[in-house]
């Protein structure tokens, strides 16, 4: 039960910062003991890198459905719009995928 800081980000997810403080247990070699414990918080003002790709798959959904809603106006883009289905139905996944990591990972240090 080493104490570090932890690092709260702009998206509410955290990541372990650095190492404060060794707990009372004793070792031999000045390890640390492998437990960790919250000594400080610190908010940062940028997202995670999950977050940041969530937003990124999100702007690639937004343009690929202006991309169809053009395409449909036209003749002879059934096959565009077909690929840019397909590129919609994989970000939707890739963002279900990721925001089930994400809360994972919120719910470990509340």
């Not at 002879?76 to 289905?85: F, L, T, V």
């Amino acid at each position: 039960m080493c104490f570090y800081d932890a690092n709260e980000m702009a998206c509410k997810c955290w990541k372990w910062g650095e190492f404060r403080q060794f707990c009372v247990k004793d070792s031999p070699s000045g390890e640390v003991c492998g437990m960790k414990l919250v000594m400080n918080r610190y908010s940062l003002p940028n997202k995670c890198k999950k977050c940041t790709k969530i937003d990124e798959k999100q702007v690639i959904i937004r343009q690929e459905q202006d991309k169809i809603r053009k395409w449909r106006k036209a003749a002879d883009r059934g096959e565009s719009i077909a690929k840019a289905e397909e590129h919609i139905r994989q970000a939707t996944t890739r963002i279900e995928n990721l925001i089930q990591e994400r809360d994972e990972k919120r719910n470990t240090l509340a």
